[in-house]
Structures are given as structure tokens and as C-alpha cells.
């Protein structure tokens, strides 16, 4: 135990303690604040350990910080590896009392036969880099600060083992630089595997929420999802790719119409893959983007009374490059196409 400089907090620092094969949980914190868990191991827990026979009970997690016994904060787990949980390999749960503040570096989480690898029902519960494996759900409330996760991996299948009900579900304050890795079962799947919310839920970009630089890597076969990929709502300036190596010819959707895109958008390299909108092919990649954003094809739209202006004088644009015409709408409403041809004649033809 050591007592921080200048603070009346004590604080405790665990250093490479292993804890495993436990009927309920491998590692239970039920109150306290300040303390550090370096390398740590929590691994088998409930229907997962050995020699225990049918003697086990929920919530059966690697690790459950759970306020039982007095409040939780400011708590660092670094480098430490909770596998096999039961029903989860972290579980965050705070009916009792407040939690905040958990900060998980490094390390993995894992819960592959159900449940949660991660479950979070607290607020201000941070993960960097941590390698997941199985489920997120973090059920908070909106009104809070919801759990933020950066530079993570997420997969659904370690081996030959798929995760059982496969998802991502829940409120977000961050989520960058994640990547999620989901392998189509060969059984099929029909509820979305991805539902995920900015915090606080207000849509088309009023959320202050981020969600950037995500990459989805998909494989399978596209004709066991019977159901979209889900939906990612409620984030400003958001942008993901999706990376597919996908067989069959079924199409599938990642919803993304209730956020708001960055410059770069939603792009992904399989026809196979939208938005929730009209996608657009990159000329010289097998790349398609969103229309409504995108690095190559992005839309520029007008105000509510349709009127906008591109450059002003002494600021002029000193070259427009098109390649498919120009449309101008004369003063009778009519719309024309100005296009030239290959000797640079230059025509107007009337168009609807």
C-alpha cells in the first residue's frame, strides 16, 4: 500500500497476479479507488473452468468491477489479459454505487462462448489498444460520459470458434482508429451484428461524438448475413472503411445515414457493400463511396433558398475541371446541358 504525496488516497498496485478456474469470477472489485493492475491474468471463469463441474454462477467474467461495496474510481489496468470468461471477460456494473474512471491499456479481453468480452453500464470508462475478443455492449446513459475506445481490435472468431450472437452494441463518446474483424458464421445470422450511438443521441451531426479513421474487415459468405450489418448513428464528421473480402453476391448494408461524414466518408472496396445511400464507383480503384461524401466524389449542396456562390471577386477559382458537362438553368427554368465535343464545339442541349 503507498499513500500518493500531498493526497489522503491510498492506492494499491498489483503486479502480475494470476487468478483462474473460478466458478463465479476470476477477479472480483467490489470498492476502492487508485489502484494499478500491471500484467495481471484473470483467466476461466464460470461454465469455462475446470474441475468444477455445473458449480458455477453468473456473472461468471474474467474480471467484474462491480460496486457492491462502495464506490469505484480512477482505476488502471495495464497489459493485463482477461480470457475466457464465462459470460464475460471484463464486465463494468455499477447498480449499487458510481464507477467512473477505469482506464484499461494494452492487454486483451475475451469472452468467446457468449455474453460480453466487454460489458460497460458506467460512465467514463476508457480502452486503448486493448485486443477483444467476442462482444461489446456498453448500455449507458446518454446523459453521461460514455465509453470511449481507441486504437482497439475487435474479432468474432479465435480458431475455429465463432463468438455466439456476435455484436457491437451501445453508447460511444469515441471510437478512432478501431478495427472491427467479422467473419460471417457458415450458420446464418439474423439480427445486425453492429448498433452503435453517439452520445447523446441527437442526429446528422448535433452529437459531439467521433467516430474515425474505423476500418470493418469482413469475409464469409455475404449470403449466410441475411440481415444488414447494423447501423452506426448519431456521429459528427464520421468515416469508415470497409474492407471486404466477402464471397457470394449477396448485398449488404452498414447504415450510416443518421451521422454526419467527414471529407473522407464511408468507402469500401465490394459492390456488394452500402451506406443506406447511392454509392459511386472511384474511376481509377476498386473503390465506391457514399455520394453523399467522399474524398472523389463529394457533393457540394446549396442553402435552403438554393442559392450559393464559389469564389467571389479577387478570389477566383483559375480552373474548373469537369468532365461530363456543366448544367445551367435559364431564366424560363429550362436546364441545359453545356458540354463540347472532340473538335471543342461547344453545345447546349435541353435537358429535364
Keep these: 500500500m503507498s499513500t500518493k504525496p500531498g493526497s489522503i488516497q491510498t492506492s494499491s498496485t498489483f503486479n502480475k497476479v494470476v487468478a483462474t478456474n473460478a466458478g463465479r469470477n476470476c477477479w472480483s472489485y467490489t470498492g476502492g479507488h487508485d489502484d494499478v493492475f500491471n ?69 486483451i479481453a475475451h469472452a468467446n462462448s457468449g455474453g460480453n468480452a466487454i460489458h460497460n453500464t458506467c460512465r467514463n470508462t476508457y480502452l486503448d489498444g486493448v485486443k477483444i475478443i467476442g462482444s461489446v455492449a456498453t448500455p449507458t446513459d446518454s446523459k453521461t ?56 443521441g441527437i442526429g446528422f451531426g448535433g452529437s459531439m461524438s467521433r467516430f474515425n479513421g474505423v476500418t470493418f474487415y469482413v469475409s464469409g459468405n455475404s449470403a449466410n448475413q441475411l440481415v444488414q450489418f447494423g447501423s452506426v448513428q448519431f456521429f459528427r464528421d464520421a468515416n469508415i472503411f470497409v474492407n471486404s473480402d466477402m464471397s457470394g453476391a449477396n448485398p449488404v448494408i452498414m447504415y450510416m445515414t443518421s451521422s454526419s461524414p467527414d471529407s473522407f466518408g464511408y468507402a469500401t472496396n465490394s459492390s456488394l457493400v452500402n451506406f443506406g445511400g447511392s454509392m ?39 480552373k474548373v475541371i469537369v468532365n461530363s458537362g456543366v448544367q445551367m438553368r435559364s431564366p424560363s427554368s429550362q436546364k441545359w446541358l453545356v458540354s463540347v465535343s472532340n473538335a471543342g464545339v461547344v453545345t447546349a442541349t435541353a435537358v429535364s
Design 145 to 200: 460520459r460514455a465509453i470511449s475506445m481507441r486504437k482497439c481490435e475487435i474479432y468474432n472468431r479465435v480458431g475455429n470458434t465463432y463468438t455466439a450472437d456476435f455484436h457491437v452494441n451501445g453508447v460511444f463518446q469515441e471510437f478512432v482508429d478501431c478495427d472491427i474483424h467479422y467473419e460471417i458464421p457458415t450458420t446464418n445470422v439474423s439480427t445486425p451484428v453492429i448498433n452503435m450511438t453517439g452520445n447523446p
Design 280 to 318: 459511386e464507383k472511384r474511376p481509377d480503384a476498386n473503390i465506391w463511396y457514399d455520394t453523399f461524401s467522399g474524398m472523389l466524389v463529394n457533393m457540394i449542396l446549396p442553402t435552403i433558398d438554393n442559392k450559393i456562390s464559389l469564389g467571389k471577386t479577387g478570389q477566383e477559382f483559375s
Design 39 to 107: 500484467d495481471c491474468i484473470g483467466n476461466k471463469a464460470g461454465v469455462n473452468a475446470s474441475g468444477i463441474g455445473s458449480h458455477y454462477s453468473s456473472p461468471q467474467a474474467a474480471i467484474d468491477i462491480e460496486s457492491e461495496a462502495g464506490t469505484i474510481a480512477r482505476l488502471n489496468f495495464n497489459d493485463c489479459k482477461f480470457t475466457y470468461g464465462g459470460l464475460a471477460g471484463v464486465q463494468i456494473f455499477g447498480p449499487d454505487r458510481d464507477i467512473s474512471d477505469i482506464h484499461i491499456n494494452g492487454g
